[in-house]
């Protein structure tokens, strides 16, 4: 509105001024109403984003199953934006085993948080879902975050096969960083070399090791595996007390999970000491334990390994 004015100290001139700080505040109060509306909008197109940025499905649904609210997640969740829209049933969404599961929590005023339920996507794929249901009680309806975990699960899985493989090899298997410290270490090493587990693990091989082999052939191995991925090869090494185990020994490298650039070395170390003394006690049985010299047993083997021969010509 426009002011009136008014010079006069008169009722008239009262009334003109009091005309005018109501106005006044009436437009103080439209600016206040203006930006606290400008404020909520901005405020819901914010909570409207977070809500679309989220990448768990998002539903709000009525005690009925009827759906009323959800995020563009909820349909990357599903597979299909036709499956799921307002006024679709998310008891409907589900496989048959699990609908019973979700009208229950409907129908008994139910929250329950991260349950996982296995269903069926679309396309009749297994599908790992991480539910968790709140109750919004404003509105007596009820908001389901919903995780498709089947390829969390199936990463977790690996993991599990890996660390049980690790575990229970037969083989000693040790892991270390790019800066040669050991981050993993199976129990079968610490058998084959008498160290436990817990004094190996934070250090490097050398702290611990009394390795000549190893440590004069470092430099070959570090260059083979960047080259060519892997080094294999025949070491004597010490055990804890000293003695020389023979082993035949792998290594390569892995990418670390937090960078394509860094690699962990992964050993595997095979006990050999069966089977050198099978062929020390084979050189034993054909030869003189004096001398070395090939005995009568030995002589009477290659005899007739050489007629054989003549007899295949």
Not at 166 to 192: C, R, W
Request: proline letters at 2%; charged letters at 25%; a negative charge.
């Amino acid at each position: 509105g426009v002011s009136i004015e008014s010079s006069a100290n008169d009722e008239i001139g009262d009334l003109v001024r009091a005309f005018n700080t109501m106005l006044q505040r009436l437009n103080q109060r439209d600016q206040q109403v203006a930006y606290t509306l400008d404020k909520l909008e901005a405020e819901k197109s914010f909570a409207n984003e977070v809500v679309e940025t989220v990448k768990h499905a998002l539903i709000v649904v009525e005690p009925s199953g009827e759906v009323r609210l959800y995020n563009a997640a909820a349909c990357r969740v599903f597979k299909c934006s036709s499956v799921i829209c307002q006024g679709a049933n998310l008891v409907d969404l589900m496989s048959d085993d699990n609908r019973r599961f979700i009208k229950n929590a409907l129908e008994n005023d139910l929250e329950f948080t991260d349950e996982q339920v296995w269903t069926r996507d679309v396309f009749d794929q297994p599908q790992l879902l991480q539910i968790t249901c709140t109750k919004l009680t404003k509105r007596e309806q009820f908001l389901f975050a919903i995780q498709d975990i089947t390829e969390v699960e199936a990463a977790l899985s690996r993991q599990r096969l890996a660390a049980g493989v690790f575990e229970n090899s037969q083989d000693g298997l040790m892991v270390t960083n790019e800066s040669d410290v050991i981050t993993m270490v199976n129990p079968a090493l610490s058998e084959l070399l008498g160290y436990p587990q817990e004094s190996l693990l934070g250090k490097m091989p050398e702290q611990v090791f009394d390795w000549q082999q190893f440590r004069s052939l470092m430099p070959a191995i570090k260059d083979a595996v960047i080259q060519f991925g892997q080094w294999q090869g025949e070491v004597w090494e010490k055990d804890c007390n000293g003695k020389k185990v023979p082993m035949f020994a792998k290594v390569s490298r892995i990418k670390t999970a937090q960078s394509d650039s860094k690699y962990d070395y992964v050993y595997i170390l095979s006990d050999l000491s069966s089977i050198k003394e099978m062929e020390r006690l084979e050189y034993l049985a054909h030869h003189d334990s004096l001398t070395g010299v090939a005995n009568r047993a030995q002589l009477y083997r290659v005899l007739d390994e050489t007629l054989k021969q003549q007899k295949a010509l």
